[in-house]
């Protein structure tokens, strides 16, 4: 894995309600940060890792003067009509990131700034919201997927989909509720819908987050339904890990 003179971005995305960020570093991160959490995941040091919230509307140049930049989950929806000022601030700058052709790995609400940025449309998924330890299906071939099954098991958590959207982007993967979990989007950008960074005790604290919302929002059928489902976020693998190294190792390159 390059790690020498790698220096990765992490463009946090995740909101701009210091509350709810605080609730949720406290009770799925332990205290910690999602930043340094995926820092982790991808087995850097934290000289090689930058950080910038993006809820803040500033995105100073030095940030892009970097290896690779990951964008990671939101719980702001990037839909029409819904979007917060810093939100079209953070689509221009992953442009300005695009344009210096600078890798980019998406990861769920990351993957769908980068379809806004791009001026694809995001939408509500009209099959209902994905959460737990799903199954993705390759659907192409691709170095972000190398060494993993046809089909693997990640967490999954998000209630959005790409919509319309021309761009060049080819489909890697999708999923029984998802049609599109994976976009490639030229040589340097690889969008995922699914959270390769997170772990299955991440995935269980959620869920005992959201634990009176599951069956409003179709996860089971009935809070009998709860303990089994419970038990089903242990079907996780490393295919999580896999994809995050392989980001690293065929994506970046210590010259940018």
Known sequence: MKQNKTKILFLDIFTDNTKFKKMI??????????????????????????????????????????????????????????????????????????KKNLPILGICGGLQFVVRALGGEIIYNPKGKEFGAIAVHIKKSDPLFRGLNKSFIVPSNHKCMVGKFNGKAKLLASSKICSIQALAIGDKIRLVQFHPERTKEQNMALAELTRDHLVEDGIIKSKKEYPKFLESLNNNSDAGKIILGNFLNYFISDKN
Do not use: C
């Open 25 to 98: 570093e406290r009770t799925v991160y332990n205290g910690g940060t999602y930043s340094e959490h995926v820092r982790k995941m991808f087995g850097l040091n934290k000289n090689q890792w930058l950080e910038l919230d993006a809820s803040k509307g500033k995105f100073p140049e030095k940030f892009l003067n970097v290896s690779g930049v990951v964008i990671g989950g939101s719980a702001k929806d990037p839909i029409i009509g819904q979007e917060a000022d810093w939100m079209f601030e953070t689509y221009k700058f992953i442009n300005r990131a695009i």
